[in-house]
T-cell receptor, first 116, second 112 residues
């Protein structure tokens, strides 16, 4: 069974440019998460989806970040315009029953973003 | 405030040696604690999960312990291998919450 797929794996852009990341969760997982992981730190949750609904986007910087999960499967995370401080690894994760505590989240390999 | 603290921040050991990583948490009410392994350039992968009533859990050469009274956990790696070089992240869940509280990780380097 395929795991969480993310693309691209690496992205280098200049500041003020837009960038988008794509995530395909594990088949059948209705909950999808986007995290940002700075160097030497643990991941920080940006947004959580239950099917196509964003049920927690409280940590998403909405002035420049946006996300969507059309049809409740794939998801994209966009930054426009990117700033130097956005350089990080963006991780996507999915789980089968998001409202059930202890349910394991499976992580993708991440997209490493470098903003010059 | 719910927090997870890990120590040491980084560790270098020789191949074949054992090591122990520490995790202290203040998450309440506690639900479960996981140890994740994150290889360079990859996402975290779960090694073990322990609930309140579990004191120890093994996964091959990895053994995790949990003391819910002192809110401490450890991950012991036996007979380390080069492939154990990675970051090890302690992650705690609060009861009735989907949110995971991540530690900053311990970066382990196993040298030949």
């Amino acid at each position: 069974e395929a795991g969480v797929v993310q693309s691209p794996r690496y992205k280098i852009i200049e500041k003020k440019q837009p960038v988008a990341f794509w995530c395909n969760p594990i088949s059948g997982h209705n909950t999808l998460y986007w995290y940002r992981q700075n160097l030497g730190q643990g991941p920080e949750l940006l947004i959580r989806y239950e099917n196509e609904e964003a049920v927690d986007d409280s940590q998403l910087p909405k002035d420049r970040f946006s996300a969507e999960r059309l049809k409740g499967v794939d998801s994209t995370l966009k930054i426009q315009p990117a700033e130097l401080g956005d350089s990080a690894v963006y991780l996507c994760a999915s789980s089968s029953l998001g409202l059930t505590q202890g349910n394991e989240q499976f992580f993708g390999p991440g997209t490493r973003l470098t903003v010059l | 405030k719910n927090q997870v603290e890990q120590s040491p921040q980084s560790l270098i050991i020789l191949e074949g040696k054992n090591c122990t990583l520490q995790c202290n948490y203040t998450v309440s009410p506690f639900s479960n604690l996981r140890w994740y392994k994150q290889d360079t350039g990859r996402g975290p992968v779960s090694l073990t999960i322990m609930t309140f009533s579990e004191n120890t859990k093994s996964n091959g050469r990895y053994t995790a312990t949990l003391d819910a009274d002192t809110k401490q956990s450890s991950l012991h790696i036996t007979a380390s291998q080069l492939s154990d070089s990675a970051s090890y992240i302690c992650v705690v869940s609060a009861r009735s919450s989907y949110k995971l509280i991540f530690g900053s990780g311990t970066r382990l380097l196993v040298r030949p």
